[in-house]
T-cell receptor
C-alpha cells in the first residue's frame, strides 16, 4: 500500500461547479497536510496548509483533514477555467513532504 | 522578493554524460530540498540541505547522485553517468527555517531529458 493515494483523474467539470479532491494515507504519524496546485510545466504552488485535523477555508478553497479516517479533502467552490491544473496533496511527519500523484482538473467554460 | 530560481529550465544529455542542476533559494532561506517527478508519478523527496550540510539524503539513489549547498552560491544536484531512467523533472524547494511542517516554496523545475 502506497503511503499516499490520490486518484489521478482526469476530472472535468463545468465552470461554476463545486470540485471535490481527496487523498487517503496510511501513516498515522502525519501531522501536516498541504495542497499544492501545479500548472502545466510549472512548479508546485502552495494552496492550503493544515495542521492536524479540522477545516480551513481561504476564499473559494476549503481544506478538510480527518485523521481518524486518514482522509483529506480540498473543495473548490465556483470553479473557474483558471483552476484547471494538477492538484497535489502532500503531508509530512518529518521535514520531507510525501506527495500524492496528483489529480488533473479541467474546468470547462 | 524573487522566488526560488532553478537553471537550466531544460537540459538534454546523452547517456553517460553528467548533469548539473542549480537552485537558488528564496532570499533569506537557508534550507533547500530537492524532489524528482518522474512521468506519471508524484514528486519524490531526494535530499535536504542547509548551507554546507546535508541533513537528510534518505531519498537519494545510492550511486551517481550527489548534492551540495556551499556557503556561497546555489545548491547543486549532480548526476553522473546519466541513464535514460534519470529523465524527469527535478524541483528544488526552500524554506526559511528548519522544522517539521515548515512551508516549502518550489521553483519552476529543471526538465532533464537523457537521450
Amino acid at each position: 500500500q502506497k503511503e499516499v493515494e490520490q486518484d489521478p483523474g482526469p476530472l472535468s467539470v463545468p465552470e461554476g461547479a463545486i470540485v471535490s479532491l481527496n487523498c487517503t494515507y496510511s501513516n498515522s504519524a502525519f501531522q501536516y497536510f498541504m495542497w499544492y496546485r501545479q500548472y502545466s510545466r510549472k512548479g508546485p504552488e502552495l494552496l492550503m496548509y493544515t495542521y492536524s485535523s479540522g477545516n480551513k477555508e481561504d476564499g473559494r478553497f476549503t481544506a478538510q483533514v480527518d485523521k481518524s479516517s486518514k482522509y483529506i479533502s480540498l473543495f473548490i467552490r465556483d470553479s473557474q477555467p483558471s483552476d484547471s491544473a494538477t492538484y497535489l496533496c502532500a503531508m509530512s511527519e518529518t521535514t520531507n513532504l510525501i506527495f500524492g500523484k496528483g489529480t488533473k482538473l479541467s474546468v470547462k467554460p | 522578493n524573487a522566488g526560488v530560481m532553478q537553471n537550466p529550465r531544460h537540459l538534454v544529455r546523452r547517456r553517460g554524460q553528467e548533469a548539473r542542476l542549480r537552485c537558488s533559494p528564496m532570499k533569506g532561506h537557508s534550507h533547500v530540498y530537492w524532489y524528482r517527478q518522474l512521468p506519471e508519478e508524484g514528486l519524490k523527496f531526494m535530499v535536504y540541505l542547509q548551507k554546507e550540510n546535508i541533513i537528510d539524503e534518505s531519498g537519494m539513489p545510492k550511486e551517481r547522485f550527489s548534492a551540495e549547498f556551499p556557503k556561497e552560491g546555489p545548491s547543486i544536484l549532480r548526476i553522473q553517468q546519466v541513464v535514460r531512467g534519470d529523465s524527469a523533472a527535478y524541483f528544488c524547494a526552500s524554506s526559511p527555517r528548519q522544522g517539521v511542517g515548515e512551508t516549502q516554496y518550489f521553483g519552476p523545475g529543471t526538465r532533464l531529458l537523457v537521450l
